[in-house]
């Protein structure tokens, strides 16, 4: 790999040339149990079947079309997208990535609202790119919400944090429920509650950063169903292609019909491409089908309490949170990095964030027990 940008972080020295389910094999032969879902995407496990069929037969016929043609496999995608996220009667886009669909989400609040400002919680991802993925202070009030969780003040017009948001300026909350750069911080319910009810009271828009939480991540179909909110807008990507590049915003009745008729252009070469959104339609269906968000609630609580029992073993575990199969470990060691490349070299691939010194674990929906019980075979002697 002496021609391949590094411009993330170390890059292993074994090359991966297969993959089948929760497990991708290096050209040695070595499986590796893949926590992470590559980037939290193969959540429906590697090389699907049903994917992949979908992916064949849709190429025969067509991948890619023009802006102003009709296609049906676009419509159904659309209507599949709209069905889940509650919103029928609403409009969808199908794009190419999680900062794609948060970044056109950003714009189009932005410009239905045309407000000065955009409320976030600190420590949100928006994106890699765009006004979302360097988010301009001028433009944005982002929540620091760090003492909420134990804070008694429970949102009222005494607290500080509340009372410094110009809701009256707010277009929208953009709101990632519970992923947080992969640290999986869960902010409170009801903090959460006062900021949506606010801003739509002040007539401002609430979007759902779905990238990562939705499509059964967190246990739920959408991470915002722990909330019991309704968005207007919800951004789609990661799993929507099980590893294919696909990403989606669905738009409510009212939202779609706002952009519309606000005469919006946005054009980008591969937006409604057909091989995306029949990849799309049938992730949902699988989704769906194999009852997987289910699964998800089932194995992430099982697999939160196997973490919870090695951190009364190790006081080197600090904290352990999760949320479906989305799970962090928080650890004293200063050398992290270490850890995560034993694991690796273990048969084992986890998330890292060495700053916040967190292992992390997205792993497929599909995972079953015997595949967690795998890395715990692993997990204390490298931890030690
Ligand atoms: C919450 C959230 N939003 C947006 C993105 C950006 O998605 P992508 O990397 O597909 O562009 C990510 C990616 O990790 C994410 O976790």
Same mark, same amino acid.
């Given at each position: 790999?002496?021609?391949?940008?590094?411009?993330?972080?170390?890059?292993?020295?074994?090359?991966?040339?297969?993959?089948?389910?929760?497990?991708?094999?290096?050209?040695?032969?070595?499986?590796?149990?893949?926590?992470?879902?590559?980037?939290?995407?193969?959540?429906?496990?590697?090389?699907?079947?049903?994917?992949?069929?979908?992916?064949?037969?849709?190429?025969?016929?067509?991948?890619?079309?023009?802006?102003?043609?009709?296609?049906?496999?676009?419509?159904?995608?659309?209507?599949?997208?709209?069905?889940?996220?509650?919103?029928?009667?609403?409009?969808?886009?199908?794009?190419?990535?999680?900062?794609?669909?948060?970044?056109?989400?950003?714009?189009?609040?932005?410009?239905?609202?045309?407000?000065?400002?955009?409320?976030?919680?600190?420590?949100?991802?928006?994106?890699?790119?765009?006004?979302?993925? @360097?988010?301009?202070? @001028?433009?944005?009030?982002?929540?620091?919400?760090?003492?909420?969780?134990?804070?008694?003040?429970?949102?009222?017009?005494?607290?500080?944090?509340?009372?410094?948001?110009?809701?009256?300026?707010?277009?929208?909350?953009?709101?990632?429920?519970?992923?947080?750069?992969?640290?999986?911080?869960?902010?409170?319910? #009801?903090?959460?509650?006062?900021?949506?009810?606010?801003?739509?009271?002040?007539?401002?828009?609430?979007?759902?950063?779905?990238?990562?939480?939705?499509?059964?991540?967190?246990?739920?179909?959408?991470?915002?169903?722990?909330?019991?909110? #309704?968005?207007?807008?919800?951004?789609?990507?990661?799993?929507?292609?099980?590893?294919?590049?696909?990403?989606?915003?669905?738009?409510?009745?009212?939202?779609?019909?706002?952009?519309? #008729?606000?005469?919006?252009?946005?054009?980008?070469?591969?937006?409604?491409?057909?091989?995306?959104?029949?990849?799309?339609?049938?992730?949902?269906?699988?989704?769906?089908?194999?009852?997987?968000?289910?699964?998800?609630?089932?194995?992430?609580?099982?697999?939160?309490?196997?973490?919870?029992?090695?951190?009364? #073993?190790?006081?080197?575990?600090?904290?352990?949170?999760?949320?479906?199969?989305?799970?962090?470990?928080?650890?004293?060691?200063?050398?992290?990095?270490?850890?995560?490349?034993?694991?690796?070299?273990?048969?084992?691939?986890?998330?890292?964030?060495?700053?916040?010194?967190?292992?992390?674990?997205?792993?497929?929906?599909?995972?079953?027990?015997?595949?967690?019980?795998?890395?715990?075979?692993?997990?204390?002697?490298?931890?030690?």
């Amino acid at each position: 790999m002496e021609h391949v940008l590094r411009c993330y972080g170390e890059i292993y020295d074994r090359f991966i040339v297969r993959a089948k389910g929760c497990e991708v094999f290096d050209n040695a032969g070595q499986g590796y149990l893949d926590l992470e879902s590559g980037v939290w995407s193969a959540a429906l496990g590697h090389c699907h079947p049903i994917i992949n069929r979908v992916l064949h037969e849709q190429i025969e016929q067509i991948m890619h079309l023009g802006y102003r043609y009709k296609n049906s496999v676009v419509e159904t995608a659309a209507q599949a997208v709209l069905k889940i996220t509650g919103h029928p009667q609403g409009k969808c886009i199908f794009l190419c990535s999680g900062s794609e669909a948060v970044e056109f989400s950003v714009q189009a609040t932005r410009r239905i609202t045309q407000r000065p400002l955009l409320l976030g919680l600190r420590g949100s991802y928006l994106g890699a790119f765009g006004s979302a993925g @360097k988010p301009d202070p @001028k433009e944005w009030h982002f929540v620091d919400w760090s003492a909420c969780s134990t804070c008694s003040l429970c949102c009222c017009e005494q607290c500080p944090v509340i009372s410094a948001i110009p809701f009256s300026d707010i277009g929208g909350f953009i709101f990632e429920p519970g992923n947080s750069s992969g640290l999986v911080m869960l902010p409170p319910n #009801k903090l959460v509650e006062t900021l949506v009810e606010r801003v739509k009271k002040h007539g401002g828009l609430v979007v759902a950063n779905e990238v990562t939480t939705g499509l059964g991540r967190t246990g739920m179909w959408f991470g915002y169903q722990h909330y019991g909110l #309704k968005p207007d807008i919800v951004a789609l990507g990661k799993h929507l292609g099980n590893g294919y590049p696909v990403s989606a915003v669905a738009l409510s009745q009212d939202t779609g019909t706002r952009i519309e #008729k606000s005469g919006v252009r946005y054009a980008q070469s591969h937006q409604n491409d057909a091989l995306g959104c029949a990849v799309a339609t049938s992730v949902i269906e699988v989704l769906s089908k194999e009852s997987l968000v289910e699964r998800a609630s089932v194995m992430g609580q099982y697999f939160l309490q196997r973490l919870q029992a090695l951190q009364d #073993k190790y006081p080197s575990i600090t904290a352990v949170r999760g949320r479906g199969l989305m799970l962090a470990v928080e650890l004293k060691h200063s050398d992290v990095e270490t850890i995560h490349r034993r694991l690796f070299e273990a048969g084992v691939i986890a998330g890292l964030n060495p700053t916040a010194k967190v292992i992390r674990f997205y792993p497929p929906l599909i995972i079953c027990r015997e595949e967690i019980d795998r890395l715990f075979e692993i997990l204390p002697a490298v931890i030690q």
